[in-house]
């Protein structure tokens, strides 16, 4: 009989739950709420397809804690027990199968666009270097507590759904990745200036929702190994963050990279060295070994099963994260785990007309078509040209009718 490779090794947390294998279906946005942000049946759908296809953790694209601060159309949020039934199903069915399910929280601050949001709040009154976003807002002390009720009530609401854990997303430029910015963060209260009053934000919200749900509930982070930004979080910085969250109790930090004026995730920016080992965080996730005692996983770049056993031997991470490769191969974790020299077939998603190309949102819409065909009980389709997804995901959207004006009830 063929021995297992370390990928089918399972993993124990601090909170005392065992994840069955090192392989992880990281946040992926499923962009099929209604306009109203609310869960519906294609959750339970497309998450008991990736239980099925083996992973051991399936953390859920980003969940808003706050449904009129939505980082992209069609985004669920989860504020109150409105959808309390549905909200069960779905964490049933992502449990098929003995796997972990964890529901990624965010607040996007001011990365939430305009065509959503007309008044985004961050911590300072920063604009962001894009059209696309109206600027922000100062937040006020007493809305700053107040954001930190609301991920511990959507934390709270979740567990009782019958979710794993949550997962804080304090990457890719949103809200806590924006008190963590030196750049983003200029204010002159205890919410701003040094590493630690920039970190309390985060150290607040974890500590918020240790006390509501116990020790038992899984909490996690990603977060950016650094902002790659002038003047922004650096390296140095994302080290001390996750140390100090480590002595918290945190039970599993993901390093992820960028933001959304300065995405990472893409190929073109790799050094030779990234390249050769696939996954762009590894040099950083080696040092975050040595500084914390939590799990590490990273996520980015990941495609042969040599390069993820490769990085689990050699103790640089602890879990592997893997996004795109299963929007276009729900089953690929199974096949990691059971057969030799697999490879996932993710390619760069073209159009053909350059400056489309060059922008996130195409690959993005590409991805979101499959997530939406899957939660329809529908097969990926990969052969679908990059330009017609953008077409169907606009035209989901228009049918979905998300607007501004959404009225708090
Ligand atoms: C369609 C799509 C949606 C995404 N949504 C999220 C999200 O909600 N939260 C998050 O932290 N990352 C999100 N990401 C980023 C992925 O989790 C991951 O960090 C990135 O795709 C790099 O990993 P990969 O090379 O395995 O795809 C998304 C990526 C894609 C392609």
């Given at each position: 009989?063929k021995?297992?490779?370390i ?9 005392g ?21 609310r ?5 339970e759908?497309?998450?008991e ?9 399936l953390?859920?694209?980003n ?8 980082n ?5 949020a989860v ?18 199968n003995?796997?972990?399910v964890?529901a ?25 270097a894009?059209?696309?976003f109206v600027?922000?807002?100062e ?12 991920f ?13 854990g949550v997962?804080?997303?304090g ?21 701003g200036?040094?590493l630690?009053n920039r970190?309390?934000?985060v ?8 006390e ?5 509930f ?9 902002d ?19 002595e ?19 190929k073109?920016?790799?050094?030779e ?9 590894l ?9 914390v ?13 040599s ?5 689990l ?7 592997i ?14 096949k990691?785990?059971?057969d ?9 998603i ?11 949102i195409m ?6 078509d499959q ?15 990059g ?13 979905r ?9």
């Amino acid at each position: 009989m063929k021995k297992p490779n370390i990928l089918s090794q399972p993993l124990k947390l601090r909170c005392g739950t065992t994840i069955k294998n090192r392989v992880c279906k990281s946040a992926m946005n499923e962009a099929i709420a209604t306009g109203e942000s609310r869960v519906v049946r294609g959750f339970e759908v497309l998450y008991e397809t990736w239980a099925r296809g083996g992973a051991g953790l399936l953390v859920t694209g980003n969940v808003m804690v706050d449904r009129f601060h939505a980082n992209e159309p069609l985004a669920v949020a989860v504020e109150d027990k409105r959808d309390f039934l549905i909200l069960q199903l779905w964490a049933k069915a992502a449990k098929t199968n003995g796997t972990q399910v964890w529901a990624q929280l965010n607040h996007p601050g001011k990365q939430s666009p305009k065509f959503l949001n007309k008044e985004p709040i961050a911590p300072s009154a920063i604009p962001l270097a894009s059209d696309m976003f109206v600027p922000p807002r100062e937040l006020k002390e007493e809305e700053i507590q107040e954001i930190i009720e609301k991920f511990t009530t959507t934390s709270i609401i979740l567990k009782e759904a019958g979710f794993d854990g949550v997962q804080l997303h304090g990457a890719h430029g949103y809200l806590i990745s924006q008190f963590l910015s030196p750049k983003h963060n200029q204010r002159q209260d205890k919410w701003g200036g040094n590493l630690d009053n920039r970190m309390r934000f985060v150290s607040e919200v974890y500590k918020s929702i240790r006390e509501k749900v116990g020790k038992k509930f899984a909490i996690g982070i990603k977060l950016n190994s650094s902002d790659f930004q002038k003047g922004g979080f650096t390296q140095e910085e994302s080290l001390l963050v996750c140390k100090a969250l480590d002595e918290l109790g945190i039970d599993m930090i993901e390093i992820s990279g960028g933001s959304w004026e300065n995405p990472v995730n893409r190929k073109g920016h790799l050094k030779e060295s990234t390249k050769n080992r696939e996954a762009y965080f590894l040099e950083f996730a080696e040092l975050l070994k040595k500084t914390v005692s939590t799990p590490v996983m990273v996520t980015g770049g990941f495609r042969s099963q040599s390069a993820m056993i490769e990085a689990l031997e050699t103790k640089a991470v602890d879990l592997i994260g893997l996004a795109r490769p299963l929007a276009i191969d729900p089953d690929l974790p199974n096949k990691l785990l059971n057969d030799n020299g697999v490879t996932s077939s993710v390619m760069p998603i073209t159009t053909g007309i350059k400056k489309l190309d060059q922008m996130a949102i195409m690959e993005i819409s590409w991805y979101t078509d499959q997530i939406r065909r899957m939660s329809e009980g529908k097969e990926p389709k990969t052969k679908v040209r990059g330009i017609w997804s953008v077409i169907e995901v606009l035209f989901h959207f228009w049918q979905r009718g998300q607007v501004v004006k959404k009225v708090r009830v």
